[in-house]
């Protein structure tokens, strides 16, 4: 039976910092479900001369981030000169174009909003159920009205938008669900919120990573680990794999490893739905962490990628927001559309929340391919991964075009790609958050190693092990390097 001393599961950004602390001279082995390396980081090719990221795409913040400071030295983040000059613009359904100075405002008043309630971390005052989504109902009114006495009439439309935005930021299905309590245990890190890259995206970075595993078949890739068990006799773990991409009748489906320790990082996600099947024979495990698992949350977020022939939207402008609660009503689709969504029969209800849910279109600054990237989140982002991707882009173009006042037909897109990050059954959905039901004890309980013989058999990394970088690719990394030194200081004693 094969051995290992040390089986890594999961090759995205937390497997991959593992495995590159170990260093090669640990025995390891890196088993990987899927067909490729990079996990939530997936860059694709969306036109000659154009990547785009499908997931992770932004640094968050500068110091101290890892990250940043990899792709600083692979020279692969925009320079700040070629985006800061990019204007973001706000339309309401009547498509008229708001004042910037308003939108601008509103934007400060959002970013102290959100500062009020992230100061609220700690206050043990705070009943652990009480939602982002109160807090902003009775807070954001009074501080909206203090800086834009003159603008009641769009404070309606601007709680809408947030709570869209803040569903994409969070990665949560409602703002109902995240918690107030735990909002501000995410650590923003100083420097911008969102560093872009270059045309290549995320690719460098994992590549970068990759080149410290060496290529003596480290990784295995279309396998998946379906079972793990510890053996009280030799003090190892039994690893059983699944092979997902049988070529001859020689190779097996299942396999057994044998190894010393394991570094778990599949996402929050995928343990919901497998921990307790995987471990099924590791009851003190399922002890320590069932409940942490199903308390914190993970849902899901989705991109729509708009590739066009020609740039139509107005120039200097980066990011388009859509106000309107109500915007559907004023929206008349093109006979093609119409007849599209007839043919796939898709339910006018579903067509009505995608278009509610349509709030933000960020320009892909990397590449000179024009690009818009369209946000979901929510009930929404659940609905697009079911639907046809020409059929989503379309509806996503013709919304825009409606707000621009442009003709639809006029301005033709290429190609539309979408994320269906739920559907991947080895992910499914984006990132975690704390949940109204969860607290600072269920991320201890999620990173605390398994012991079943007082040494740290099973660790777990992956962004939501991660204290205050979850839900990023810095976190994620972190957490790697975490597991990655606790094991090597076991090995060294
Ligand atoms: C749409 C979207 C946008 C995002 N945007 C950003 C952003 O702009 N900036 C940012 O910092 N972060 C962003 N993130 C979050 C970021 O992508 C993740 O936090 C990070 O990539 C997670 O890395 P990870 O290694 O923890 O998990 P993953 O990348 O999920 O890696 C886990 C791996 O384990 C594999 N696996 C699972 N189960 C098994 C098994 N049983 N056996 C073998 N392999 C298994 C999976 O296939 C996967 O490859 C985004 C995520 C999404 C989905």
């Known amino acids: 039976m094969e051995s290992v001393k040390v089986v890594i599961v999961g090759g995205g950004a937390a497997g991959l910092a593992a495995a590159k602390t170990l260093s090669p001279d640990v025995n390891y082995l890196l088993i990987e479900a899927q067909d490729y390396i990079g996990g939530r980081i997936r860059t694709v090719d969306a036109a000659p001369d154009a990547v785009v990221d499908l997931g992770a795409q932004f640094i968050h913040g500068k110091t101290n981030n890892r990250v940043y400071e990899i792709c600083k030295q692979l020279d692969c983040i925009m320079a700040l000169s070629s985006v800061n000059n990019e204007e973001t613009i706000a ?28 100061s609220k971390f700690g206050d043990v ?68 919120m969102e560093y872009e890259l270059k045309n290549g995206g995320y690719r460098p970075f994992i590549s970068y990573l990759k080149s410290f595993i060496p290529d003596d078949n480290r990784i295995r890739l279309n396998s998946e680990v379906v079972r793990v068990k510890y053996l009280n006799d030799t003090h190892q773990l039994q690893v059983e794999t699944r092979n997902h991409n049988i070529k001859s009748e020689h190779e097996q489906e299942i396999s057994t490893i044998l190894c010393d320790h394991i570094v778990w990082t599949s996402s929050l996600g995928y343990l919901k739905e497998n921990f307790s099947s995987i471990f099924a024979d590791e009851i003190e495990l399922i002890e320590q962490k069932q409940d942490a698992i199903n308390r914190l949350g993970f849902d899901t977020i989705n991109k729509t990628v708009l590739i066009y022939e020609k740039r139509f939207w107005p120039d200097g402008v980066g990011k388009i927001m859509l106000l309107d609660r109500q915007k559907q ?32 279109y960020d320009e892909l600054r990397s590449t000179n391919v024009p690009i818009l990237i369209c946000w979901f989140g929510g009930s929404a982002a659940l609905l697009i991964e079911d639907i046809n991707e020409n059929i989503i882009g379309q509806i996503c173009h013709e919304v825009l075009c409606h707000y621009l006042n442009l003709s639809s037909k006029s301005n033709k897109l290429n ?17 975690s958050y704390y949940s109204i039901k969860s607290s600072a004890k269920a991320g201890e309980q999620l990173r605390t190693a398994y012991e079943p013989d007082g040494i740290p058999r099973i660790l777990f990394a992956g962004e939501a092990t991660h204290e205050n970088g979850y839900s990023t690719v810095h976190g994620a990394l972190e957490s790697g390097i975490r597991e990655g030194n606790r094991l090597l200081s076991i090995l060294n004693e």
């Open 91 to 118: 339309i309401r359904s009547d498509r008229t174009r708001l004042n910037p100075e308003i939108v601008d405002t509103v934007q400060t008043v959002w970013e102290e909003f959100a500062k009020e309630a992230q």
């Open 125 to 192: 005052t705070i009943p652990t159920d009480n939602s982002f989504y109160d807090y902003l109902i009775e807070n954001f009114k009074p501080l909206f009205l203090s800086a834009l006495p003159s603008c009641e009439h769009l404070l309606d439309e601007f709680i809408d938008y947030f709570d869209k935005a803040e569903l994409v930021e969070n990665g949560c299905s409602s703002l109902a669900t995240l918690s107030l309590a735990e909002y501000g245990s995410y650590e923003y890190l100083e420097g911008l």
């Open 329 to 360: 009503k004023s929206i008349e689709f093109s006979d093609s559309l119409k007849t599209l969504i007839k043919i796939e029969h898709i339910d006018e209800r579903v067509v009505s929340t995608i278009i509610e849910a349509v709030h933000r």
């Open 415 to 431: 190609r539309v790609l979408k994320s269906e990050w739920h559907k991947n059954r080895f992910i499914r959905g984006s990132y």
